[in-house]
């Protein structure tokens, strides 16, 4: 008898931005081209090395795994049909469809083992291979300790793909729904070697649509159709064109004069479009927050970090910096993300701490004052690392403004490009860096994994003794236990603000104008932002 796993209750879901969904084929001639704009550039394609948002709504654009989000917010199957749970629940068994990639090879069991052994291995380097944590050897196949034939996915046959766990994953089905976890084809990557993601025709498809026209640094790239996809009668949109604009005057010009369908806006523009019927607003599970690097004096003093986190007025910050772009935060884990299984509440409510990470400017001078007599230091100068979009500037001056008020302190605005943002973060070459990370599923784990002693997005060097033991129970010993989990994930949350390892600023949303004639765009609050698989335009 199978027995179905226990998933957290959610808060995280989709929104269909436009009207229901109806039920017509589609057809080229029927349905037009969808002008989209983004923020930022594509980083890479690669599912086994890619971490941003942008890349992921591309990836689920172009690829599909075993799982899909649907247009509920729910992970439902995708590339397989069925499966079969053991009794223990540590053994899946997934039944594969009948598809195809874009070079009519058809996808098998064994391009799972491939890609998902390729994300495991260390010599890739990936940082969402720790996503595979609970699936069996994962952990001693990322540390080398065991060779990657060892991680615990196996092809019975072409169509029969054996997945075994080392421990229960209430998260599974949805972690399962992110590009990382998309099957390889062998033989198409080691064709293009190096190249593989790094541009449109050094990609392959077996998701809705194909990439064309990226280069691998240029701004506009379209999506086309997939004729080979398995569930191609499904996808409306015959081609989406994609340009990124980082100047939102430039973006709401093109959208007035009707040569793009969607872009986000400005404060000044939200003021002005909010009351009009093509305003939206796509909520997100995402915190915007500022991480500082340990391994940079004094930012190893906790009073110093506590200090700086409590200089800046959150509340004005959202209402006059942000417009409807955010709301004040005072915990890492976002928002809409999950429910904390003891209360029935907002995780994130519940884990709010405002006496941590709350704005109290007396406060934080006598921290500053504390900080600079324990590390012997008079004067500090900091740089204050972000992205060069319009949004990320104006926050960071706001953050500069406020930091500026402690005694002693200079900050220095570096302003560069989102894909050297990331390097510079991997690489530790910053003292504070603004960051935006979005829950990948719907549990506080895909936020709170990122501050263990040994996560690969620990940029700042972080560590916490009774931090990682949290983290580490909620997955072993209390794994099965829903409310000792939330209990370790809410203690967890605590000890962050607490020691001000990170000082969350806002969750995000992104006000923004969508045609009224573009129907369907799915918006997640986890995962990949967008899925354009249902979208049309008439």
């Known amino acids: 008898m199978n027995k179905t796993l226990k998933v957290s209750a959610l808060l995280s879901g989709a929104v269909i931005l436009g009207s229901a969904i109806v039920p017509v084929t589609a057809s080229a001639a029927k349905y037009k081209t969808i002008n989209w704009t983004e923020g930022a550039n594509v980083g890479t394609m690669d599912p086994s090395k890619t971490t941003a948002a942008i ?10 795994g075993l799982y899909r989000t649907d247009k509920s917010g729910k992970p439902a199957l995708a590339g397989a049909t069925s499966v079969d749970k053991s009794e223990d629940g540590l053994t899946f068994t997934y039944h594969l469809r009948d598809a195809k990639w874009s070079n009519g090879d058809p996808v098998t069991a064994n391009d799972y083992v491939y890609g998902w052994q390729r994300t495991n291995d260390p010599k890739t380097a990936s940082q969402y291979a720790y996503l595979f944590s609970g699936i069996k050897n994962a952990d001693e196949v990322q540390n080398g300790d065991k060779p990657v034939t060892d991680l615990g996915v196996k092809a019975i046959d072409d169509k029969t793909l054996e997945v075994t766990l080392d421990r229960p994953m209430p998260q599974l089905e949805s972690v399962m729904t992110m590009a990382t976890f998309e099957p390889q084809n062998k033989k198409f990557v080691d064709k293009v070697g190096k190249k593989y993601g790094t541009a449109s025709k050094y990609t392959i498809s077996n998701g809705p649509f194909v990439m064309k026209g990226w280069t691998g640094s240029n701004n506009k790239i379209s999506l086309v159709k997939n004729k080979d996809y398995w569930d191609a009668k499904t996808v409306k949109t015959p081609k989406i064109n994609i340009q990124t604009i980082k100047d939102q005057n430039t973006g709401y010009n093109l959208y007035k004069s009707k040569k793009v369908d969607y872009t986000t806006l400005s404060p000044d523009q939200y003021k002005a479009s909010k ?4 305003f939206t607003v796509i909520s997100q599970a995402s915190t915007a927050f500022i991480e500082f690097n340990e391994n940079k004096k004094p930012l190893d003093n906790t009073n110093i970090r506590k200090a700086l986190s409590k200089s800046i007025d959150r509340s004005t910050m959202s209402s006059k910096i942000l417009g409807g772009g955010g709301k004040p935060a005072y915990s890492f884990t976002a928002t809409k ?3 904390d299984s003891n209360s029935g509440k907002d995780f994130a409510k519940v884990a709010a701490d405002k006496d941590a990470s709350g704005y109290d400017l007396k406060e934080a001078k006598k921290l500053w004052k504390q900080g600079l007599k324990e590390t012997g230091k008079k004067k500090v100068n900091l740089q204050y690392l972000t992205d060069d979009t319009d949004g990320a500037k104006r926050s960071a001056q706001f953050v500069q403004s406020q930091m500026e008020k402690l005694p002693g302190l200079k900050v220095t605005i ?19 860096v603004n960051t935006i990370w979005g829950g990948d599923y719907a549990d506080p784990s895909t936020f709170l994994d990122l501050y263990t002693s040994d996560s690969s997005f620990n940029n700042g060097s972080w560590k916490n003794a009774d931090y990682d033991k949290l983290m580490s129970d909620a997955k072993t010993t209390d794994a099965n236990d829903e409310n000792k989990r939330y209990e370790d994930y809410a203690k967890a949350e605590k000890l962050l603000q607490d020691d001000a390892a990170i000082a969350p600023i806002y969750y995000q949303a992104k006000p923004s104008l969508l045609n009224t004639s573009v129907k369907s765009v799915v918006s997640n609050t986890t995962g990949a932002p967008f899925d354009w698989k249902w979208a049309y335009k008439k």
């Open 414 to 432: 570096k302003t560069v490009p989102f894909k050297q943002r990331i390097s510079l973060s991997d690489d530790k070459k910053f003292d504070m």
């Open 337 to 339: 993300l999950a429910k």
């Open 275 to 278: 009351d009009k019927k093509d």
């Open 55 to 64: 890349d992921f709504t591309y990836l689920q654009s172009i690829g599909e």
